[in-house]
C-alpha cells in the first residue's frame, strides 16, 4: 500500500466464534510481523447486517476455474487474455510447490504455530514444536 501512496491503516478483521482459534496467538503474530492488531466480529453485525468475510483462497480458486474455462473454450491464446486480477496473483512473492500434510505439519512446526488440539488442551509449541502448557 505505501508504495501505491495509500495512507489508510489496513484493518484486519477475523470472524469471531471460531472454536479452533486463538486470539491471542493470532494477535501477538500480527504485532510481531509489523501488522495492525486484528480485530474479531461476528459475521451479524450490532445493525443486524450480515457481513461475508473474505475468502482469499476462494478468491485464487474462483480465477483459476475462470482461467481454465476460458483455456478450454479456446478464448487464451496469451497470458495477455487473463483477467487482470488472475495477473496481478502471480505477482504475490510465495514459495512455488505442493505442499502435502506432512509438508504443511513440518512448516508449522518450524514457524511455531501450535496445532488446534494443542490451543484446545491449553498447550502452546515452542519455535521447536514441542508443546509447553
Not at 495492525?36 to 483459476?64: R, Y
Not at 504443511?104 to 514441542?130: V, Y
Amino acid at each position: 500500500m505505501k508504495a501505491n501512496q495509500y495512507d489508510e491503516t489496513v484493518e484486519h478483521i477475523f470472524e469471531n466464534g471460531d472454536t479452533d482459534f486463538n486470539h491471542a496467538t493470532l494477535t501477538k503474530r500480527f504485532q510481531c510481523d509489523g501488522f495492525s492488531i486484528p480485530t474479531f466480529k461476528s459475521k451479524k453485525n450490532v445493525k443486524g447486517i450480515w457481513l461475508t468475510p473474505f475468502q482469499a483462497a476462494d478468491f485464487a480458486a474462483w480465477e483459476f476455474l475462470k482461467a481454465i474455462n476460458r483455456a478450454e473454450a479456446g478464448l487464451v491464446k496469451s497470458l495477455g487474455d487473463l483477467r487482470k486480477s488472475l495477473l496481478n496473483l502471480s505477482t504475490i512473492p510465495a514459495a512455488d510447490g505442493t505442499y502435502g500434510k506432512e509438508e504443511l505439519i513440518r512448516m508449522c512446526k518450524r514457524i511455531g504455530l501450535p496445532t488446534r488440539s494443542e490451543i484446545r488442551d491449553g498447550q502452546q509449541s515452542n519455535t521447536k514444536g514441542n508443546a509447553t502448557p
